[in-house]
């Protein structure tokens, strides 16, 4: 079994009111100085077998378009356990 | 022959119903498109409904970008076919690229449900022709994510191009970047609009009847291009 990470975010031009939302709970609940959160999303995608370059370079391409959209977000990938 | 209009529906899909209806009221043929097919059946034009498309997993429009039936209307719109997405079907046009920016979320966070001003801003695309530069209307205005997103240059391109199709008036209601409601590719043969213009197009249900004339322009468009008759 191979497992792959796939942590989305917005690009920090991009407003997040969900963050900002969350943000203004953290300082409600005791918090002090919080200067920002911006909120995004992960992906812990398991696979069989081993992941060879291949699969790799697909998931990657996946990460690029399906997983994450390029006008507003971010994304990075990491190999937790290459199987 | 009146000019063959797809509506497509996908999971999750909700106004295909009404978007069908004010195709026939604008005196066109309405013909039912499913995310699954992989054709579309010969049509002249294509409107992407609003709703919410696979749940709006992932991202609003993400997964129903991948549909079968998207392969071709991209093809088919990149050829020239009139596209109009509404909502959500503006959503669907932006993931799959066939108009630049993103919608993201309103920057209220509220759900926003309202009869919007909207200025028209541009009447050389398929789908505006039947307006005048800078008419007024109002149509509803439904959604949680319709903060439209471009980067600067980006927006200026639009501006500069004469893409920006309608802007909110009165009232900004979600965050979009330079008040803009709608645009067009280069071609202006595909659209984007937030609001509704399907729910006002009788005065029994709608605000106005100014939506109509989206329909009607695009049978205009068809008609003067020869496509049908």
Request: overall charge negative.
């Given at each position: 079994?191979?497992?792959?990470?796939?942590?989305?975010?917005?690009?920090?031009?991009i407003l997040d009111p969900q963050g900002q939302?969350?943000?203004?709970?953290?300082?409600?609940?005791?918090?002090?100085?919080?200067?920002?959160?911006?909120?995004?999303?992960?992906?812990?995608?398991?696979?069989?077998?081993?992941?060879?370059?291949?699969?790799?370079?697909?998931?990657?391409?996946?990460?690029?378009?399906?997983?994450?959209?390029?006008?507003?977000?971010?994304?990075?990938?990491?190999?937790?356990?290459?199987? | 022959?009146?000019?063959?209009?797809?509506?497509?529906?996908?999971?999750?899909?909700?106004?295909?119903?009404?978007?069908?209806?004010?195709?026939?009221?604008?005196?066109?043929?309405?013909?039912?498109?499913?995310?699954?097919?992989?054709?579309?059946?010969?049509?002249?034009?294509?409107?992407?409904?609003?709703g919410f498309s696979y749940g709006d997993y992932?991202?609003?429009?993400?997964?129903?970008?991948?549909?079968?039936?998207?392969?071709?209307?991209?093809?088919?719109?990149?050829?020239?076919?009139?596209?109009?997405?509404?909502?959500?079907?503006?959503?669907?046009?932006?993931?799959?690229?066939?108009?630049?920016?993103?919608?993201?979320?309103?920057?209220?966070?509220?759900?926003?449900?309202?009869?919007?001003?909207?200025?028209?801003?541009?009447?050389?695309?398929?789908?505006?022709?039947?307006?005048?530069?800078?008419?007024?209307?109002?149509?509803?205005?439904?959604?949680?994510?319709?903060?439209?997103?471009?980067d600067e240059r980006t927006l200026d391109a639009?501006?500069?191009?004469?893409?920006?199709?309608?802007?909110?008036?009165?009232?900004?209601?979600?965050?979009?970047?330079?008040?803009?409601?709608?645009?067009?590719?280069?071609?202006?043969?595909?659209?984007?609009?937030?609001?509704?213009?399907?729910?006002?197009?009788?005065?029994?249900?709608?605000?106005?009847?100014?939506?109509?004339?989206?329909?009607?322009?695009?049978?205009?468009?068809?008609?003067?291009?020869?496509?049908?008759?």
């Amino acid at each position: 079994m191979a497992r792959v990470v796939v942590d989305v975010t917005l690009k920090p031009e991009i407003l997040d009111p969900q963050g900002q939302a969350v943000q203004g709970a953290l300082g409600r609940l005791g918090l002090g100085g919080v200067t920002s959160v911006r909120q995004g999303k992960q992906f812990v995608i398991s696979l069989e077998g081993v992941l060879d370059d291949s699969r790799r370079t697909q998931l990657e391409e996946l990460a690029a378009t399906l997983l994450s959209n390029p006008v507003i977000e971010d994304y990075s990938l990491s190999v937790e356990d290459a199987g | 022959m009146a000019p063959r209009i797809g509506v497509v529906t996908f999971p999750g899909s909700l106004d295909d119903r009404d978007a069908a209806r004010a195709v026939r009221l604008a005196g066109g043929e309405s013909v039912s498109l499913w995310h699954g097919d992989a054709t579309l059946h010969g049509v002249d034009a294509v409107v992407l409904p609003g709703g919410f498309s696979y749940g709006d997993y992932l991202r609003c429009g993400a997964i129903a970008r991948f549909s079968p039936v998207m392969a071709p209307l991209v093809d088919a719109a990149r050829g020239g076919m009139p596209v109009l997405g509404i909502c959500n079907g503006f959503q669907i046009l932006c993931e799959s690229h066939l108009l630049p920016g993103a919608l993201t979320r309103n920057d209220s966070l509220h759900f926003i449900c309202r009869d919007q001003r909207l200025r028209i801003e541009s009447t050389s695309t398929a789908w505006t022709s039947e307006f005048t530069e800078g008419q007024e209307i109002v149509v509803p205005l439904k959604n949680g994510e319709g903060s439209y997103v471009a980067d600067e240059r980006t927006l200026d391109a639009l501006e500069a191009e004469g893409r920006v199709v309608a802007r909110y008036l009165e009232v900004n209601p979600n965050g979009s970047r330079r008040d803009i409601a709608g645009i067009s590719n280069e071609a202006g043969n595909v659209v984007g609009l937030m609001p509704h213009p399907e729910h006002a197009v009788e005065a029994l249900t709608g605000p106005t009847t100014d939506g109509l004339a989206f329909f009607a322009s695009v049978l205009g468009s068809l008609v003067g291009a020869g496509v049908a008759r």
